[in-house]
Structure formats: structure tokens, C-alpha cells
């Protein structure tokens, strides 16, 4: 997919940050962040621990107030600085590091409820999309089945079909990986490249350099708060500009 390189002239700009800052107790995680997002792009945010790269993702999500700079969504205003995000009802999914699911509800259920209870849709036909998510992360055998009966793995998968139900124009994943071993992890991950490959939007937060490399469009590297590198997924990984990146790149590559 890196083949792409960077989106095509006029294509549209899905998610776009401007001066984007965040700070807690008075120091700041997040600073001067300004990253575009094209229709159908994968960008992969890569960084060392405590980069603030989950900080900026949640920034960018809505789910957190902003103290410098402006979110957009679809050219419309998403967050501004001092301002409440405001709420698109599921236009965009987050998949998170923990799965939250509803443990008392089994896997169709738990992938239903939002289309129901935001979108306004019939409960049959909320679990007749909910039975095609699950079938399309590869679940169909454990459409019935609860949180505590599934795998890591497969409880990742239910999230990432819970966040498809509502119809997002652009999904954020943070970390999805980090608490899966690998053969679980390699599951999710084949899960997020066929969106990909489908044109999904997708903004990922990951540790996981063979995907950055073989299925992200870019890469964005993050460092201290900021956004150090961006490019190219094949230039970024193997002619990097920054020395940071370069640091980077060898300590995790083991070159």
C-alpha cells in the first residue's frame, strides 16, 4: 500500500489539527501539532513511550479538550481551543488498548447496541449488521458467544466491529495490539489491513513497524509532543530526515 506515497492533489481532507496543544498540570504532552488526514489514507503514528502520541489521538478523537490550536472533521470544526468537542455520533470510531466491552452482553449484542441507541436503527436490523461485522472480522462462529469466552484476539475483533457499526468516516485505533500476544495480535492486524485495503480512513497509534511499513500510506513520527517526521511510509522507514527518527528506527529494528 505504501506504493501510494501521499494523497493524490484534491483529495479530500478528513481530519486535520492546526497548532494542536495539550497540557496537564501545566506541562505540555501534546504541542504545535498540525497533521491532515486525506480520505482514504492510512497513517501510522509512530514514537517512543510517553511521546504523547494516545494524548493527541484522544485530542483528535474529540474525547479530550484541547488548550492550543483547532481540530476539523470533514471541514467542519471538531475541537477548538477552550472549546467543548463537539459529538458526530459514530462518524468516528476508536478502538482502544483495552477492549471495554459490555461483559454481559455476548458479541452481537455488544456490536448492536450503538446503532440502536444513537443511530435510531431497528434491533433486527442492527443485528443483522451486527452478524455481517462479525463475520467480516472473522468471527461468525462467536457472534453468540461473551467477553469472558473469547480470546484477547477476538474481543479486539468485536471492538473493531462495534466501532464499524456505526458507519465511521474515519477510525482511530490506539495500541490496538499492545495487550494481545503475537498470534492474537497478527489476527487484529489482518483485520486492520483489509480496511485499509477497502479505503477505510485509518489514524493508528501502534508499535507494530511491520505494519507501519507494509500497510500504512505514511508515518508520522512523534517525539517530546511533537510531530518530528511525517512522510511516506517507505521513505520514512528507510531514508528518514530526523536524527530522532533515525534513533528510533535502529533501537526498535535492532540495525
Not at 114 to 126: D, L, S
Not at 168 to 186: G, K, N, Q, V, W
Not at 195 to 202: F, H, R, S, V
Amino acid at each position: 500500500m505504501n506504493d501510494l506515497k501521499l494523497a493524490p492533489p484534491g483529495t479530500p481532507i478528513v481530519l486535520e489539527a492546526r497548532g494542536l496543544g495539550r497540557s496537564y498540570h501545566g506541562k505540555a504532552v501534546v504541542s504545535d501539532v498540525d497533521l491532515a488526514v486525506p480520505a482514504g489514507q492510512t497513517v501510522a503514528v509512530l514514537g517512543p513511550s510517553g511521546a504523547g502520541k494516545s494524548t493527541m489521538l484522544r485530542c483528535l478523537a474529540g474525547l479530550e479538550p484541547i488548550q492550543t490550536g483547532s481540530v476539523g472533521f470533514q471541514g467542519g470544526p471538531l475541537s477548538e481551543a477552550g472549546g467543548r468537542p463537539r459529538s458526530f455520533h459514530g462518524r468516528i470510531g476508536m478502538v482502544f488498548q483495552q477492549f471495554n466491552l459490555f461483559p454481559h452482553l455476548t458479541a452481537v449484542q455488544n456490536v448492536a447496541l450503538a446503532p440502536v441507541r444513537v443511530r435510531g436503527v431497528a434491533k433486527e436490523q442492527a443485528r443483522s449488521e451486527a452478524v455481517a461485522l462479525l463475520d467480516r472480522v472473522g468471527l461468525p462462529e462467536h457472534r453468540d458467544h461473551y467477553p469472558f469466552e473469547m480470546s484477547g484476539g477476538q474481543q479486539q475483533r468485536v471492538a473493531i466491529a462495534r466501532a464499524l457499526a456505526m458507519r465511521p468516516e474515519l477510525m482511530l485505533f490506539d495500541e490496538p495490539t499492545s495487550a494481545l500476544d503475537p498470534e492474537f495480535t497478527r489476527e487484529v492486524l489482518a483485520v486492520m489491513r483489509d480496511l485499509a485495503e477497502d479505503g477505510m480512513t485509518i489514524l493508528v497509534v501502534t508499535h507494530e513497524m511491520e505494519f507501519a511499513r507494509r500497510s500504512a500510506d505514511r508515518v508520522v513520527f512523534m517525539a517530546e509532543g511533537r510531530i518530528v517526521e511525517d512522510g511516506p511510509a517507505a521513505t520514512v522507514f528507510e531514508q528518514p530526515r530526523h536524527e530522532r527518527t533515525r534513533q528510533f528506527l535502529a533501537q526498535v529494528l535492532g540495525e
